[in-house]
């Protein structure tokens, strides 16, 4: 291993990196997520006529001042304009235009009635609501001036700005490509729909990269897998650099005796540091092949995210024209950390102002999806005390509610989003009682036989927790029915509820209890739920 260097001197060094990208005209639709290459200035008014906000009578305002239910003003219908078409029609007083939503405003009127609020007999219209200059009318330009930038260049072509520009007749966009290339590598890995096979894995880097990529306006490129073998990653390697502005890979970074894809940089390139005083950053390394950009990403999967989105998402967006603003939270950490003493980046899950280390480790694919972010320990910090505030760098969601134990909160209607924290009722009832947890849901007393049965006499699963005796043990109840639908085992035990909701006909066999405590902000709201299945 080369001498590590620090974070902010990588940070530094690759402040200085710059990637190329190319120029390009694409339909809007197809420019989605991309960065604008140009300003782009609306070529009409937006709305490009006087237009009715309402079904309704166009009118002169000063002929209805006096209208009231008892009071109706009295007005000749001189016609009728459909939204989608062009009549050259005027109001003079003493008159009204029927309009549709959309429709153009006849010449002299400023207002529009509702036609709610009035009634028609014999060509007259019974006006029953006065009205002020302008209600219910769109004035041509209102919205969009002709010559009004409608986005700038650097801005990444959103849903929104698509809608606005699409509004404004632009169906083609100046658009800055940034083609970076994804190379995974090690004998392990298999792509997702190959057959898994025994000691192989499949690979994770290359998608969440290539969702990040997108999600920051870059054009991402699989480059498939390489194994490591120096002939094949150096082939793909070469390809990548050949069709791209940039290439990222994940694994084979460190310098064991199989991490070989360092030692091609240095052969092939300039190897411009090698390994960051961060863990899991001790393997990053940055190269330059052919004066193009090479980031080597950790393998495991959280650490592979974790170190693009502290390193290299700020590269990708500052050479495509923006800032990148990384979403924040900050909380007061729920559980003691113990560190190695060195800087570190942990994964972490967001629960209010409640912050829960993600202890599942780099390797295991979940930590990924149950994390929110990472938060960062300094170095010498051994203990991080519990309640001490963190600022945490977002990736993921965060959550309003923490809850444990067995799966029965899945049968709530929650009105927030709840993070299960750990599934272990007797874990889960110690971190209710430290405060960790707002509600935690566990069983009463001890029983051999569950609720219910489905499926055939054989291999058989229950849901952990509830002291059944099975062949096969689950997670939840979700869990159980994917292995009964997969041909795991052949038939499950369940608790009725979830019968019910997961459309299961059940027999029944006993009862069970279950119990349930919670902070008392919630109480009331699931007090209700409980009843439904306390036997």
């Given at each position: 291993?080369?001498?590590?260097?620090?974070?902010?001197?990588?940070?530094?060094?690759?402040?200085?990196?710059?990637?190329?990208?190319?120029?390009?005209?694409?339909?809007?639709?197809?420019?989605?997520?991309?960065?604008?290459?140009?300003?782009?200035?609306?070529?009409?008014?937006?709305?490009?006529?006087?237009?009715?906000?309402?079904?309704?009578?166009?009118?002169?305002?000063?002929?209805?001042?006096?209208?009231?239910?008892?009071?109706?003003?009295?007005?000749?219908?001189?016609?009728?304009?459909?939204?989608?078409?062009?009549?050259?029609?005027?109001?003079?007083?003493?008159?009204?235009?029927?309009?549709?939503?959309?429709?153009?405003?006849?010449?002299?009127?400023?207002?529009?009635?509702?036609?709610?609020?009035?009634?028609?007999?014999?060509?007259?219209?019974?006006?029953?609501?006065?009205?002020?200059?302008?209600?219910?009318?769109?004035?041509?330009?209102?919205?969009?001036?002709?010559?009004?930038?409608?986005?700038?260049?650097?801005?990444?072509?959103?849903?929104?700005?698509?809608?606005?520009?699409?509004?404004?007749?632009?169906?083609?966009?100046?658009?800055?490509?940034?083609?970076?290339?994804?190379?995974?590598?090690?004998?392990?890995?298999?792509?997702?729909g190959d057959r898994i096979e025994p000691g192989r894995i499949y690979d994770v880097n290359s998608f969440t990269l290539y969702s990040e990529l997108k999600k920051f306006g870059a054009t991402p490129?699989?480059?498939?897998?390489?194994?490591?073998?120096?002939?094949?990653?150096?082939?793909?390697?070469e390809k990548g650099l050949s069709e791209c502005h940039a290439v990222i890979t994940s694994g084979s970074t460190s310098a064991g005796k199989g991490d070989i894809l360092y030692r091609i940089v240095?052969?092939?390139?300039?190897?411009?540091?090698?390994?960051?005083?961060?863990?899991?950053?001790?393997?990053?390394?940055?190269?330059?092949?052919?004066?193009?950009?090479?980031?080597?990403?950790?393998?495991?999967?959280?650490?592979?995210?974790?170190?693009?989105?502290?390193?290299?998402?700020?590269?990708?967006?500052?050479?495509?024209?923006?800032?990148?603003?990384?979403?924040?939270?900050?909380?007061?950490?729920?559980?003691?950390?113990?560190?190695?003493?060195?800087?570190?980046?942990?994964?972490?899950?967001?629960?209010?102002?409640?912050?829960?280390?993600?202890?599942?480790?780099?390797?295991?694919?979940?930590?990924?999806?149950?994390?929110?972010?990472?938060?960062?320990?300094?170095?010498?910090?051994?203990?991080?005390?519990?309640?001490?505030?963190?600022?945490?760098?977002?990736?993921?969601?965060?959550?309003?509610?923490?809850?444990?134990?067995?799966?029965?909160?899945?049968?709530?209607?929650?009105?927030?989003?709840?993070?299960?924290?750990?599934?272990?009722?007797?874990?889960?009832?110690?971190?209710?009682?430290?405060?960790?947890?707002?509600?935690?849901?566990?069983?009463?007393?001890?029983?051999?036989?569950?609720?219910?049965?489905?499926?055939?006499?054989?291999?058989?699963?229950?849901?952990?927790?509830?002291?059944?005796?099975?062949?096969?043990?689950?997670?939840?109840?979700?869990?159980?029915?994917?292995?009964?639908?997969?041909?795991?085992?052949?038939?499950?035990?369940?608790?009725?509820?979830?019968?019910?909701?997961?459309?299961?006909?059940?027999?029944?066999?006993?009862?069970?209890?279950?119990?349930?405590?919670?902070?008392?902000?919630?109480?009331?709201?699931?007090?209700?739920?409980?009843?439904?299945?306390?036997?």
């Open positions: 291993m080369r001498r590590l260097i620090e974070a902010e001197h990588a940070k530094e060094i690759l402040n200085e990196v710059r990637i190329d990208y190319d120029t390009v005209r694409l339909p809007v639709h197809q420019a989605v997520g991309m960065v604008l290459a140009e300003n782009v200035f609306s070529p009409i008014n937006i709305p490009p006529f006087r237009r009715s906000t309402r079904d309704g009578f166009a009118l002169i305002s000063e002929d209805v001042t006096t209208a009231d239910e008892r009071n109706p003003a009295r007005l000749e219908i001189a016609g009728k304009i459909e939204a989608g078409e062009y009549r050259s029609v005027r109001v003079d007083h003493g008159m009204a235009v029927e309009v549709a939503t959309g429709a153009v405003m006849p010449e002299n009127a400023d207002s529009v009635v509702m036609v709610e609020n009035t009634s028609v007999r014999d060509g007259f219209v019974y006006v029953k609501k006065a009205v002020s200059p302008g209600e219910n009318v769109m004035e041509e330009g209102s919205d969009v001036a002709v010559g009004e930038i409608l986005a700038k260049e650097g801005n990444i072509l959103d849903t929104l700005k698509t809608g606005l520009l699409a509004g404004a007749g632009i169906n083609e966009v100046r658009v800055k490509e940034m083609r970076v290339g994804i190379l995974s590598t090690g004998n392990e890995l298999l792509m997702p490129v699989l480059l498939g897998i390489a194994r490591d073998d120096e002939d094949e990653m150096l082939a793909k390697l240095e052969s092939e390139g300039e190897m411009v540091f090698h390994g960051v005083r961060v863990k899991p950053g001790k393997p990053f390394f940055f190269g330059i092949i052919n004066e193009k950009p090479v980031f080597g990403l950790p393998g495991f999967p959280t650490s592979c995210l974790t170190i693009f989105m502290e390193f290299v998402a700020d590269v990708i967006a500052r050479n495509l024209g923006y800032r990148l603003e990384k979403r924040k939270a900050r909380g007061r950490l729920a559980k003691r950390i113990f560190s190695e003493g060195r800087r570190e980046l942990m994964p972490v899950a967001v629960v209010r102002d409640r912050v829960f280390p993600v202890e599942k480790g780099s390797g295991a694919i979940t930590s990924l999806s149950e994390a929110s972010g990472y938060i960062e320990i300094e170095e010498g910090e051994e203990i991080v005390e519990r309640g001490v505030e963190r600022e945490v760098t977002l990736f993921g969601k965060t959550y309003d509610i923490a809850v444990g134990g067995l799966d029965i909160h899945e049968l709530v209607e929650w009105n927030a989003d709840v993070k299960r924290l750990t599934a272990d009722p007797d874990l889960a009832r110690l971190e209710f009682m430290s405060g960790n947890l707002d509600a935690v849901f566990y069983p009463d007393e001890t029983f051999s036989i569950p609720y219910g049965f489905y499926g055939k006499k054989g291999r058989t699963g229950a849901v952990k927790g509830y002291g059944i005796q099975a062949d096969v043990y689950a997670k939840s109840h979700i869990h159980l029915l994917g292995m009964l639908r997969i041909g795991v085992v052949d038939g499950i035990y369940v608790l009725e509820p979830f019968g019910e909701r997961l459309g299961i006909e059940t027999e029944v066999e006993d009862e069970v209890g279950v119990g349930f405590d919670s902070a008392e902000h919630l109480k009331e709201s699931i007090e209700g739920y409980l009843k439904r299945f306390k036997k």
